[in-house]
C-alpha cells in the first residue's frame, strides 16, 4: 500500500513538478518554527497582563505567536513560504519583517521591502524585534502663542503696512519729508479711456504696441494717488 | 443645467480643500468623547477557577477561540488572548495547575501564567491529525498527553511527550461499528461511545497500555431500548472527570467510570445540566426565569438541601447549557458557593446564594447583522407632522400653525417644570432624538437568536428580544430591513429580522418595533415561515401605511410577501422589480422580473442568465446601498471640462475565484447591471488569494487582496465614467441601451498591512468625501480618503487635475487615520455605517468579537464650529474691534477738527 503511494507521488513529481508544494498541503507537510524575541520599551508603563496579552506575534498567514515571561516567542507550525512577522501592539511601533523559509527548512530573515520583493536586506533569526518608539494616534492641540500670531502672513499683511502708513508721516524732520517729495515720481497726465480705445481700435500699429506696453504705469500711479488723499 | 452643476463643483473643490489641509484626526482630550468599545469573549465551554492570585479570577476558554481570565467580583476581562481562527486554535481541554492553566487546542498545547497572561510554554505537537476525523478526545497527564482520535471504523490512540510533543506510542484499536451516527465523548482517562443501531455502550480506557474496548449494553446504566432516531448526548460533569451524564431521548444518566467499566450514579431526569464541586453533586432545573440549583452528595446519594439554590435570572435569558460550580473559603472559615452559568442566549451568569452577581452578554461576541434606527423626535416636534386638513386654504393653516406652535411651547413649558420638580433620570427606554439626529438606535441582531437595541450614545442595552428558534440564514447571515422608519408618525417603526428555525431550517421572520423592542403581531412578532427563504429583499416602495414589503423567494422559486397585504405594492410597481440569484458555489448568476405576476399569483420569471465561471466559481455579489445619494454628477479634469461618472443604481460585482490551468490561484470581478444582465465590465487577476473585501459605491469599487507572486496586500480602486458627455442627464435606465461602454479607470496600490473587513462612509447628502474604513490585521481600524485611492492619480506628469496626488504605489499608514486608535480589535466580522443629520458626520460600529463604536468627520466638520472653538476669544475680539472703531471715530473727529481750525 505504501509502496504503491510512493509510486503514484513520484509520478506526480515527473508530470507536474512545481504542484507539488501546494499538493502537499493536506497531507503530512513540513513545518518549521520561527524564533524570536520582543524587546519591551523601557518606557512602557503598563501592567505586565496588559502588556502580555496585548502583545502578540502575527505573520500574514495567521500563524500566531505569544510571548513568554522574558519577551522570547516561537510561532510555531509554519510551512515553507515567504510571510512578513509582525509584532502587534497597541502603544508602540515595531518594525515588521520578512522571514523566507525554503521548502528543506532553511530560514532567511530581511526587511520587508513591498515594491522591490527581490531586494534583499539580510537581517539575523533569531528575529530581535525593537521599538521604534510610541505610537503617536492623537494630533496636537495647537496652543496660542504670541510669536505665532505675529508670524501669520496675515497678521503681517495687516500690520506691517499699517505701521508704513503711521510711522512714515510722522517723520517729523523736515529734510527727510523733503526728499520724500522729492522722490515721488514725476507727474503723468492721466490716460483717458477713450484715448486708450481709440489707440486700441483706430491708431496703427506700431503706436499700439507702445500704448499697450505704457499702460500698466500709466494706471498704477492714479491709484497710488487715492491712497494718499 | 450648467449653472445646477456649478454649485456643486465648486463645493467639491471647497470640500477639497479642506481635505488637503493634513489633520483629519483625533485629539487626546476627544479620547471617549464620541467612542465607545465593549470587550466580549464567546460562549464559554471550559472553565477554571483561579484560586491562586489575588482578585481571584475565572479563566475562561470559549468558542471564538479566546482564552480570558475574567474577575469573580465584577466579570470584567482581566486579560484575553485571542488564539488561532478555525479549527486550529477551538480549545479542546482546559487545565488548571495553581497559577498555571494549560489549554489544548489543534496542535498546540499551551501553558499560561494565569496572573501575568504570559506565555509559559508551548508545545507542538508532531502529530498529523488524521483525515476524516470525528471526534477527538485529550487526557493531559503529568507529563503526557493521549490523544484519541475517533474515525470512521477505528480509534488511533497517540501518546504524546508533553515537553517535547514527540509520539511516544501509537495503537490502532480498530472498531467496525464506528460511522458518522456514533456519538462519542471523553471523560477523564476514557473515551466513551453510544451506537444506538447497537443499543450499547463502548468504553475505551486511553492511558491502558493496550486500550481495547469493552462495551456494555445501554439497559446496564437504566436507558431502555430507546427509539430510533432518538438524540444522544454526552456531557461532561465538570468538576468529576471520571463522570459523564448520558442523555438518550429523556432519559438522562449520570455514569461513573471505572477503569473500563461503567456503572449508573443516579437519575437525573428532569435537570439541564449539572456540574461537582467538593464531593457535591449540583443538578440545575429551569422553569421559566427561575433556575434552581439542586444538591446531591455525590457518595451517599442524600440531598444537600442548604447547599442549593434558587435564583432568577433576568429576563430574556435563554435555557441553561453549561454550569461550572466551585466552593470558596471565605474569610471566616465557611464556605461560599459560585456557580458560572451559561444559557442559549449566550449570556454568562455568575451566580452565588445571594442571586446573580454578575452576568455577562456574549451574545454580542456575535453580532451577525447591524442597523441604524432614527429614534422618534421629542413630544413637542411630533405636532409638526400631523398632517396638515385635506383643503389648505389659508385660514385653516394658520390655526392649524397656530394650534402647533401653542402646543409646543405649552410642551416646552410642562417639560421645564418637570426637570425642576424632578430629579430621577429620564427611564432608559424613552429616548429621543437629538437635534442634529447624532444619536441612534442601533439594532444588533445576534447568531445567538437575540436581538438588541443599543443607545449609540452609551452603548447600553436598551432593549432587548431572544426568539430561541432564531438562526442564521447560510453563509451566517441574518437579515435586518427597516421597514418603516420613525419618520411616519403616528405609526410606529419597524424592523424585521429574517433567519431560519434552529430545528426545521425553515423561515423565521421577527417583527419589532425598534424603539420599544416590542414585538409586532402575535406570538411577540415570530413568525415560523412554512418554506425555506433562499432569498429576500425589501421594496423601495412604501404600502398606504408606509410600510415597506419584504419579498421573499423560497426554494420552489415561489414569491411571498410580508406582510401579506404588501401584494398590492409589489403588483404595482412589478415592471421595475428585478431579482437576481446566485447559489453558493454556482458558476451562473440569474436575473427574474416579476412583471407576469397577476393578483394572488406572484411569479418570477427568468429574463437573463450570465455565467461568470471562467474556471471558478461564485464567491461574492456586492451591490451598492439602495438609498445611497450621489452629490456630485462628474469631476473637473485639468482642462476644465468635465467627466461624467456613470452611476448605475443597478450594478453589482460580482467575484468569482479559482483556478486557472496553471493551477494558479485566479480572481475575475465582473460588474453586472442586475437589470439587464449585461456585464459591463471584468477585471481579471491572476496569482491572487483571499480574503477578498469588496467596498462598492457610487461609481467606484475598491477591492482588496493577497498578490501571491510578490507576496503582498494589494488593493485595486476602478472608477467608472460615461465620458464627456452624458446620456441622460436626469434619469439612468439600464435598459436604454448606450452606444459607447463606460470608462473605466483603474489602479492598484500596496498596503504593508492585510484587511479584516472594510466598507465606506455614508453621508446624508453624499457632499462629504468618501472615506474608505479598512479594520486591519494588527487590530486596527484606518481611515483612507478616497482621493488616496483615486485611480487618476496621475503616474507621469502633464496636465494634473486639481487634489490628484502624484501616483505612489505604497500606501502609508498613518497613526492618526486610526479611528479606534490605541484600541486593539480582534476578529473585525464587518463594519457598519449609518448617516447623521449632519452631513459632515457619519457613526460607525465595527463588529466582531469586539463593539466599537465612533463618530466620524470625514471632511472635517465643516458645517459645524469645532468642538475647541473659543466662543468667548471671538466675543472679546468682536467687542475690542467695535470699542477700538469707536474711540478711533472720536479722535479723528477731534484731529480733523484741530486741523480745520489751523
Same mark, same amino acid.
Given at each position: 500500500?505504501?509502496?504503491?503511494?510512493?509510486?503514484?507521488?513520484?509520478?506526480?513529481?515527473?508530470?507536474?513538478? #512545481?504542484?507539488?508544494?501546494? #499538493?502537499?498541503?493536506n497531507?503530512?507537510?513540513?513545518?518549521?518554527?520561527?524564533?524570536?524575541?520582543?524587546?519591551?520599551?523601557?518606557?512602557?508603563?503598563?501592567?505586565?497582563?496588559?502588556?502580555?496579552?496585548?502583545?502578540?506575534?502575527?505573520?500574514?498567514?495567521?500563524?500566531?505567536?505569544?510571548?513568554?515571561?522574558?519577551?522570547?516567542?516561537?510561532?510555531?507550525?509554519?510551512p515553507?513560504?515567504?510571510?512578513?512577522?509582525?509584532?502587534?501592539?497597541?502603544?508602540?511601533?515595531?518594525?515588521?519583517?520578512?522571514?523566507?523559509?525554503?521548502?528543506?527548512?532553511?530560514?532567511?530573515?530581511r526587511?520587508?521591502? !513591498?515594491?522591490?520583493?527581490?531586494?534583499?536586506?539580510?537581517?539575523? !533569526?533569531?528575529?530581535?524585534?525593537?521599538?521604534?518608539?510610541?505610537?503617536?494616534?492623537?494630533?496636537?492641540?495647537?496652543?496660542?502663542?504670541?510669536? #505665532?500670531?505675529?508670524?501669520?502672513?496675515?497678521?503681517?499683511?495687516?500690520?506691517?503696512?499699517?505701521?508704513?502708513?503711521?510711522?512714515?508721516?510722522?517723520?517729523? #524732520?523736515?529734510?527727510?519729508?523733503?526728499?520724500?517729495?522729492?522722490?515721488?515720481?514725476?507727474?503723468?497726465?492721466?490716460?483717458?479711456?477713450?484715448?486708450?480705445?481709440?489707440?486700441?481700435?483706430?491708431?496703427?500699429?506700431?503706436?499700439?504696441?507702445?500704448?499697450?506696453?505704457?499702460?500698466?504705469?500709466?494706471?498704477?500711479?492714479?491709484?497710488?494717488?487715492?491712497?494718499?488723499? | 443645467?450648467?449653472?445646477?452643476?456649478?454649485?456643486?463643483?465648486?463645493?467639491?473643490?471647497?470640500?477639497?480643500?479642506?481635505?488637503?489641509?493634513?489633520?483629519?484626526?483625533?485629539?487626546?482630550?476627544?479620547?471617549?468623547?464620541?467612542?465607545?468599545?465593549?470587550?466580549?469573549?464567546? &460562549?464559554?465551554?471550559?472553565?477554571?477557577?483561579?484560586?491562586?492570585?489575588?482578585?481571584?479570577?475565572?479563566?475562561?476558554?470559549?468558542?471564538?477561540?479566546?482564552?480570558?481570565?475574567?474577575?469573580?467580583?465584577?466579570?470584567?476581562?482581566?486579560?484575553?488572548?485571542?488564539?488561532?481562527?478555525?479549527?486550529?486554535?477551538?480549545?479542546?481541554?482546559?487545565?488548571?495547575?495553581?497559577?498555571?492553566?494549560?489549554?489544548?487546542?489543534?496542535?498546540?498545547?499551551?501553558?499560561?501564567?494565569?496572573?501575568?497572561?504570559?506565555?509559559?510554554h508551548?508545545?507542538?505537537?508532531?502529530?498529523?491529525?488524521?483525515?476524516?476525523?470525528?471526534?477527538?478526545?485529550?487526557?493531559?497527564?503529568?507529563?503526557?498527553l493521549?490523544?484519541?482520535?475517533?474515525v470512521?471504523?477505528?480509534?488511533?490512540?497517540?501518546?504524546?511527550?508533553?515537553?517535547?510533543?514527540?509520539?511516544?506510542?501509537?495503537?490502532?484499536?480498530v472498531?467496525?461499528?464506528?460511522?458518522?451516527?456514533?456519538?462519542?465523548?471523553?471523560?477523564?482517562?476514557?473515551?466513551?461511545?453510544?451506537?444506538?443501531?447497537?443499543?450499547?455502550?463502548?468504553?475505551?480506557?486511553?492511558?491502558?497500555?493496550?486500550?481495547?474496548?469493552?462495551?456494555?449494553?445501554?439497559?446496564?446504566?437504566?436507558?431502555?431500548?430507546?427509539?430510533p432516531?432518538?438524540?444522544?448526548?454526552?456531557?461532561?460533569?465538570?468538576?468529576?472527570?471520571?463522570?459523564?451524564?448520558?442523555?438518550?431521548?429523556?432519559?438522562?444518566?449520570?455514569?461513573?467510570l471505572?477503569?473500563?467499566?461503567?456503572?449508573?450514579?443516579?437519575?437525573?431526569?428532569?435537570?439541564?445540566?449539572?456540574?461537582?464541586?467538593?464531593?457535591? =453533586?449540583?443538578?440545575?432545573?429551569?422553569?421559566?426565569?427561575?433556575?434552581?440549583?439542586?444538591?446531591?452528595?455525590?457518595?451517599?446519594?442524600?440531598?444537600?438541601?442548604?447547599?442549593?439554590?434558587?435564583?432568577?435570572?433576568?429576563?430574556?435569558?435563554?435555557?441553561?447549557?453549561?454550569?461550572?460550580? $466551585?466552593?470558596?473559603?471565605?474569610?471566616?472559615?465557611?464556605?461560599?458557593?459560585?456557580?458560572?452559568l451559561?444559557?442559549?442566549?449566550?449570556?454568562?451568569?455568575l451566580?452565588?446564594?445571594?442571586?446573580?452577581?454578575?452576568?455577562?452578554?456574549?451574545?454580542?461576541?456575535?453580532?451577525?447583522?447591524?442597523?441604524?434606527?432614527?429614534?422618534?423626535?421629542?413630544?413637542?416636534?411630533?405636532?409638526?407632522?400631523?398632517?396638515?386638513?385635506?383643503?389648505?386654504?389659508w385660514?385653516?393653516?394658520?390655526?392649524?400653525?397656530?394650534?402647533?406652535?401653542?402646543s409646543?411651547?405649552?410642551?416646552?413649558?410642562?417639560?421645564?417644570?418637570?426637570?425642576?420638580?424632578?430629579?430621577?433620570?429620564?427611564?432608559?427606554?424613552?429616548?429621543?432624538?437629538?437635534? =442634529?439626529?447624532?444619536?441612534?438606535?442601533?439594532?444588533?441582531?445576534?447568531?445567538?437568536?437575540?436581538?438588541?437595541?443599543?443607545?449609540?450614545?452609551?452603548?447600553?442595552?436598551?432593549?432587548?428580544?431572544?426568539?430561541?428558534?432564531?438562526?442564521?440564514l447560510?453563509?451566517?447571515?441574518?437579515?435586518?430591513?427597516?421597514?418603516?422608519?420613525?419618520?411616519?408618525?403616528?405609526?410606529?417603526?419597524?424592523?424585521?429580522?429574517?433567519?431560519?428555525h434552529?430545528?426545521?431550517?425553515?423561515?423565521?421572520?421577527?417583527?419589532?418595533?425598534?424603539?420599544?423592542?416590542?414585538?409586532?403581531?402575535?406570538?411577540?412578532?415570530?413568525?415560523?415561515?412554512?418554506?425555506? &427563504?433562499?432569498?429576500?429583499?425589501? =421594496?423601495?416602495?412604501?404600502?398606504?401605511?408606509?410600510?415597506?414589503?419584504?419579498?421573499?423567494?423560497?426554494?420552489?422559486?415561489?414569491? $411571498?410577501?410580508?406582510p401579506?397585504?404588501?401584494?398590492?405594492?409589489?403588483?404595482?410597481?412589478?415592471?421595475?422589480?428585478?431579482?437576481?440569484?446566485?447559489?453558493?458555489?454556482?458558476?451562473?448568476?440569474?436575473?427574474?422580473?416579476?412583471r407576469?405576476?397577476t393578483?394572488?399569483?406572484?411569479?418570477?420569471?427568468?429574463?437573463?442568465?450570465?455565467?461568470?465561471?471562467?474556471?471558478?466559481?461564485?464567491?461574492?455579489?456586492?451591490?451598492?446601498?439602495?438609498?445611497?445619494?450621489?452629490?456630485?454628477?462628474?469631476?473637473?479634469?485639468a482642462?476644465?471640462s468635465?467627466?461624467?461618472?456613470y452611476?448605475?443604481p443597478?450594478?453589482?460585482?460580482?467575484?468569482?475565484?479559482?483556478?486557472?490551468?496553471?493551477?494558479?490561484?485566479?480572481?475575475?470581478?465582473?460588474?453586472?447591471?442586475?437589470?439587464?444582465?449585461?456585464?459591463?465590465?471584468?477585471?481579471?487577476?491572476?496569482?491572487?488569494?483571499?480574503?477578498?473585501?469588496?467596498?462598492?459605491?457610487?461609481?467606484?469599487?475598491?477591492?482588496?487582496?493577497?498578490?501571491?507572486?510578490?507576496?503582498?496586500f494589494?488593493?485595486?480602486?476602478?472608477?467608472?465614467?460615461?465620458?464627456?458627455?452624458?446620456?441622460?442627464?436626469?434619469?439612468?435606465?439600464?435598459?436604454?441601451?448606450?452606444?459607447?461602454?463606460?470608462?473605466?479607470?483603474?489602479?492598484?496600490? &500596496?498596503?504593508?498591512?492585510?484587511?479584516?473587513?472594510?466598507?465606506?462612509?455614508?453621508?446624508?447628502?453624499?457632499?462629504?468625501?468618501?472615506?474608505?474604513?479598512?479594520?486591519?490585521?494588527?487590530?486596527?481600524v484606518?481611515?483612507?480618503?478616497?482621493?488616496?485611492?483615486?485611480?487618476?492619480?496621475?503616474?507621469?506628469?502633464?496636465?494634473?487635475?486639481e487634489?490628484?496626488?502624484?501616483?505612489?504605489?505604497?500606501?502609508?499608514?498613518?497613526?492618526?487615520?486610526?479611528?479606534?486608535?490605541?484600541?486593539?480589535?480582534p476578529?473585525?466580522?464587518?463594519?457598519f455605517?449609518?448617516?447623521?443629520?449632519?452631513?459632515?458626520?457619519?457613526?460607525?460600529?465595527?463588529y466582531?468579537?469586539?463593539?466599537?463604536?465612533?463618530?466620524?468627520?470625514p471632511?472635517?466638520?465643516?458645517?459645524?464650529?469645532?468642538?475647541?472653538?473659543?466662543?468667548?476669544?471671538?466675543?472679546?475680539?468682536?467687542?475690542?474691534?467695535?470699542?477700538?472703531?469707536?474711540?478711533?471715530?472720536?479722535?479723528a473727529?477731534?484731529?480733523?477738527?484741530?486741523?480745520?481750525?489751523?
Amino acid at each position: 500500500m505504501l509502496l504503491r503511494l510512493v509510486v503514484i507521488l513520484c509520478a506526480c513529481v515527473v508530470v507536474y513538478g #512545481d504542484l507539488m508544494l501546494e #499538493d502537499e498541503g493536506n497531507g503530512a507537510v513540513d513545518t518549521y518554527k520561527i524564533e524570536g524575541r520582543v524587546v519591551r520599551p523601557d518606557s512602557s508603563l503598563q501592567s505586565p497582563a496588559e502588556w502580555f496579552a496585548s502583545t502578540k506575534i502575527f505573520t500574514n498567514g495567521g500563524h500566531l505567536g505569544f510571548l513568554k515571561e522574558d519577551g522570547s516567542f516561537v510561532i510555531n507550525n509554519v510551512p515553507s513560504g515567504s510571510y512578513v512577522v509582525q509584532v502587534m501592539n497597541p502603544t508602540f511601533v515595531y518594525e515588521p519583517v520578512r522571514v523566507d523559509i525554503n521548502s528543506k527548512g532553511k530560514i532567511r530573515a530581511r526587511a520587508v521591502n !513591498h515594491i522591490q520583493p527581490s531586494n534583499v536586506v539580510q537581517m539575523p !533569526h533569531p528575529l530581535r524585534m525593537k521599538s521604534l518608539g510610541p505610537y503617536r494616534y492623537f494630533l496636537q492641540r495647537e496652543q496660542w502663542r504670541l510669536t #505665532d500670531t505675529l508670524m501669520n502672513p496675515m497678521v503681517l499683511m495687516t500690520v506691517l503696512p499699517l505701521v508704513l502708513m503711521m510711522v512714515l508721516p510722522r517723520l517729523s #524732520d523736515p529734510e527727510t519729508r523733503k526728499e520724500m517729495e522729492q522722490i515721488q515720481m514725476p507727474k503723468v497726465d492721466t490716460p483717458e479711456l477713450s484715448e486708450i480705445i481709440t489707440a486700441i481700435f483706430g491708431g496703427g500699429s506700431g503706436g499700439n504696441a507702445q500704448c499697450q506696453a505704457n499702460q500698466p504705469k500709466m494706471r498704477s500711479r492714479p491709484n497710488r494717488r487715492k491712497d494718499k488723499s | 443645467m450648467a449653472a445646477g452643476l456649478k454649485a456643486p463643483l465648486s463645493l467639491l473643490l471647497l470640500l477639497f480643500l479642506s481635505h488637503i489641509s493634513p489633520s483629519v484626526g483625533l485629539y487626546e482630550d476627544q479620547i471617549g468623547k464620541f467612542d465607545w468599545v465593549q470587550q466580549y469573549v464567546g &460562549i464559554v465551554t471550559h472553565s477554571v477557577f483561579d484560586e491562586s492570585t489575588v482578585p481571584r479570577r475565572i479563566v475562561v476558554a470559549t468558542s471564538e477561540n479566546v482564552l480570558a481570565a475574567l474577575a469573580t467580583k465584577n466579570g470584567d476581562i482581566v486579560w484575553r488572548q485571542v488564539l488561532e481562527s478555525g479549527e486550529n486554535g477551538r480549545v479542546e481541554a482546559l487545565v488548571g495547575e495553581g497559577q498555571r492553566v494549560t489549554s489544548v487546542a489543534g496542535r498546540m498545547v499551551r501553558t499560561w501564567d494565569t496572573l501575568t497572561a504570559a506565555l509559559v510554554h508551548e508545545t507542538y505537537l508532531t502529530h498529523t491529525p488524521h483525515p476524516g476525523l470525528l471526534e477527538r478526545a485529550v487526557v493531559v497527564g503529568e507529563s503526557e498527553l493521549v490523544l484519541g482520535e475517533v474515525v470512521a471504523g477505528s480509534v488511533v490512540v497517540t501518546t504524546l511527550d508533553r515537553v517535547s510533543g514527540s509520539p511516544l506510542d501509537h495503537t490502532n484499536v480498530v472498531a467496525p461499528w464506528i460511522s458518522t451516527d456514533t456519538k462519542c465523548g471523553s471523560a477523564g482517562k476514557s473515551l466513551v461511545c453510544v451506537e444506538l443501531s447497537l443499543s450499547l455502550i463502548f468504553v475505551l480506557l486511553l492511558t491502558a497500555p493496550s486500550p481495547e474496548f469493552v462495551s456494555q449494553p445501554l439497559a446496564s446504566v437504566g436507558l431502555e431500548a430507546p427509539e430510533p432516531g432518538s438524540q444522544v448526548l454526552l456531557q461532561n460533569v465538570p468538576g468529576a472527570p471520571d463522570h459523564l451524564i448520558i442523555q438518550v431521548g429523556p432519559g438522562r444518566r449520570l455514569v461513573h467510570l471505572d477503569g473500563n467499566s461503567l456503572h449508573l450514579v443516579r437519575d437525573l431526569g428532569g435537570s439541564q445540566t449539572s456540574a461537582v464541586a467538593g464531593g457535591v =453533586l449540583y443538578s440545575l432545573t429551569q422553569v421559566a426565569h427561575v433556575v434552581t440549583l439542586g444538591a446531591v452528595d455525590l457518595e451517599t446519594g442524600a440531598e444537600v438541601g442548604e447547599q442549593g439554590l434558587v435564583v432568577e435570572l433576568p429576563t430574556h435569558t435563554g435555557q441553561a447549557i453549561s454550569l461550572y460550580v $466551585h466552593h470558596y473559603q471565605t474569610s471566616d472559615g465557611g464556605s461560599a458557593l459560585r456557580a458560572l452559568l451559561t444559557c442559549s442566549d449566550h449570556s454568562l451568569h455568575l451566580l452565588s446564594s445571594a442571586g446573580v452577581v454578575w452576568w455577562r452578554e456574549e451574545a454580542m461576541a456575535r453580532v451577525v447583522s447591524v442597523e441604524g434606527v432614527d429614534l422618534p423626535v421629542d413630544g413637542a416636534n411630533i405636532n409638526f407632522q400631523d398632517p396638515l386638513p385635506a383643503s389648505p386654504d389659508w385660514v385653516s393653516s394658520l390655526v392649524h400653525r397656530v394650534r402647533t406652535q401653542v402646543s409646543q411651547v405649552s410642551h416646552w413649558v410642562s417639560l421645564v417644570m418637570e426637570r425642576s420638580d424632578s430629579t430621577f433620570p429620564a427611564p432608559l427606554h424613552t429616548l429621543y432624538r437629538d437635534q =442634529l439626529n447624532l444619536r441612534k438606535l442601533l439594532v444588533l441582531a445576534t447568531a445567538s437568536g437575540k436581538i438588541m437595541g443599543v443607545d449609540s450614545w452609551t452603548g447600553e442595552v436598551v432593549w432587548r428580544i431572544y426568539v430561541s428558534e432564531l438562526t442564521p440564514l447560510e453563509g451566517d447571515k441574518l437579515l435586518l430591513y427597516t421597514q418603516r422608519t420613525s419618520a411616519h408618525f403616528p405609526h410606529q417603526p419597524q424592523c424585521v429580522v429574517v433567519g431560519k428555525h434552529r430545528e426545521t431550517g425553515e423561515g423565521v421572520l421577527v417583527a419589532f418595533n425598534p424603539n420599544t423592542g416590542e414585538g409586532v403581531g402575535d406570538r411577540g412578532g415570530v413568525m415560523t415561515l412554512g418554506y425555506t &427563504i433562499i432569498q429576500a429583499l425589501l =421594496l423601495h416602495h412604501p404600502d398606504h401605511q408606509y410600510l415597506k414589503p419584504v419579498v421573499l423567494v423560497d426554494d420552489t422559486m415561489k414569491l $411571498h410577501v410580508f406582510p401579506a397585504g404588501g401584494e398590492s405594492v409589489v403588483l404595482q410597481h412589478k415592471d421595475s422589480i428585478f431579482v437576481h440569484l446566485a447559489r453558493p458555489g454556482s458558476t451562473h448568476l440569474t436575473g427574474y422580473t416579476l412583471r407576469f405576476s397577476t393578483p394572488g399569483n406572484l411569479v418570477l420569471r427568468e429574463v437573463w442568465r450570465v455565467c461568470v465561471g471562467g474556471g471558478g466559481i461564485v464567491t461574492g455579489v456586492y451591490g451598492k446601498l439602495a438609498w445611497e445619494k450621489v452629490h456630485s454628477p462628474g469631476r473637473v479634469l485639468a482642462d476644465r471640462s468635465v467627466l461624467y461618472k456613470y452611476v448605475n443604481p443597478n450594478l453589482a460585482v460580482v467575484t468569482t475565484q479559482g483556478y486557472d490551468h496553471l493551477n494558479k490561484n485566479t480572481l475575475t470581478l465582473y460588474l453586472v447591471d442586475t437589470v439587464s444582465g449585461a456585464v459591463i465590465e471584468s477585471v481579471n487577476h491572476k496569482k491572487v488569494s483571499g480574503p477578498i473585501h469588496v467596498v462598492h459605491s457610487e461609481n467606484w469599487v475598491v477591492y482588496t487582496f493577497f498578490n501571491d507572486k510578490y507576496r503582498r496586500f494589494e488593493v485595486t480602486s476602478l472608477e467608472l465614467f460615461e465620458g464627456l458627455s452624458q446620456a441622460n442627464a436626469t434619469a439612468f435606465s439600464s435598459l436604454g441601451g448606450r452606444a459607447t461602454p463606460p470608462i473605466m479607470e483603474r489602479q492598484a496600490y &500596496i498596503l504593508p498591512v492585510g484587511i479584516q473587513a472594510a466598507t465606506h462612509t455614508t453621508t446624508e447628502k453624499g457632499i462629504t468625501t468618501k472615506f474608505i474604513l479598512f479594520a486591519l490585521q494588527t487590530g486596527n481600524v484606518m481611515q483612507m480618503s478616497k482621493w488616496l485611492l483615486d485611480p487618476r492619480r496621475p503616474v507621469t506628469g502633464g496636465p494634473r487635475e486639481e487634489g490628484l496626488l502624484p501616483y505612489i504605489p505604497e500606501l502609508r499608514l498613518s497613526p492618526h487615520d486610526m479611528i479606534t486608535y490605541n484600541h486593539t480589535l480582534p476578529r473585525v466580522s464587518s463594519i457598519f455605517t449609518a448617516p447623521t443629520g449632519l452631513e459632515s458626520a457619519c457613526v460607525v460600529l465595527v463588529y466582531g468579537l469586539d463593539l466599537f463604536y465612533t463618530r466620524m468627520f470625514p471632511s472635517k466638520m465643516f458645517d459645524v464650529l469645532k468642538d475647541d472653538f473659543d466662543h468667548y476669544l471671538i466675543g472679546g475680539v468682536v467687542l475690542a474691534l467695535m470699542a477700538a472703531a469707536l474711540t478711533t471715530r472720536k479722535l479723528a473727529q477731534r484731529k480733523a477738527l484741530k486741523q480745520a481750525w489751523k
